[in-house]
């Protein structure tokens, strides 16, 4: 008896979490609704991770850390704590977003932290919130092919972002 319960309760979470993807799916197919293209240089968002709950962006985190060449060319909108590191090498200076509520954990999906190129114009401390702030963050995602080592890696980046504190 006590099996039946178990694989009862295995079945029912399987049928959620399925229901959830079918969900999110949608989500990434449907258009955002209207308003929403100023924070993403006038470009309508194709995957707003702000309006998901948790469950939907841990999955598209996932997703998009695990096959980010699906999402190559669109339009995301993210929230996170805003990253910058300055390169000792050449003296570029780097951002990223962790995505997630300040606090969270980088290391609990792949894609937990989604580096960004600034749009044009917007110079580092004046036009950003102060690092470690709450942001969101909209722009176009591309890859970037980098060789470290005689190792190739793709790595996804979004280009002319928008960056507000939330």
């Not at 924070?39 to 995957?47: C, F, P, R, T």
């Not at 910058?84 to 509520?101: Q, S």
């Not at 937990?112 to 690092?131: C, H, I, Q, R, T």
Request: hydrophobic content about 40%; charged content about 25%.
């Amino acid at each position: 008896m006590k099996s039946k319960v178990n694989v009862s309760r295995f079945l029912a979470c399987a049928a959620l979490v399925g229901a959830a993807l079918l969900f999110a799916h949608s989500l990434a197919k449907a258009p955002s609704s209207g308003g929403d293209t100023a924070e993403a240089g006038g470009a309508e968002v194709d995957l707003d991770f702000t309006r998901m709950n948790q469950t939907i962006r841990t999955t598209y985190s996932y997703r998009l850390g695990a096959n980010p060449k699906e999402f190559d060319g669109k339009t995301l909108r993210l929230y996170g704590t805003l990253l910058t590191r300055v390169d000792k090498a050449d003296g570029k200076r780097y951002f990223a977003c962790m995505l997630g509520e300040p606090g969270g954990c980088a290391c609990c999906a792949p894609g937990g932290v989604l580096e960004f190129e600034p749009k044009d114009g917007m110079k580092w401390p004046e036009d950003f919130p102060p690092a470690g702030s709450s942001v969101t963050v909209a722009g176009r995602l591309g890859m970037v092919v980098e060789v470290d080592e005689g190792r190739t890696y793709t790595i996804p980046r979004l280009f002319a972002a928008d960056v507000s504190e939330r």
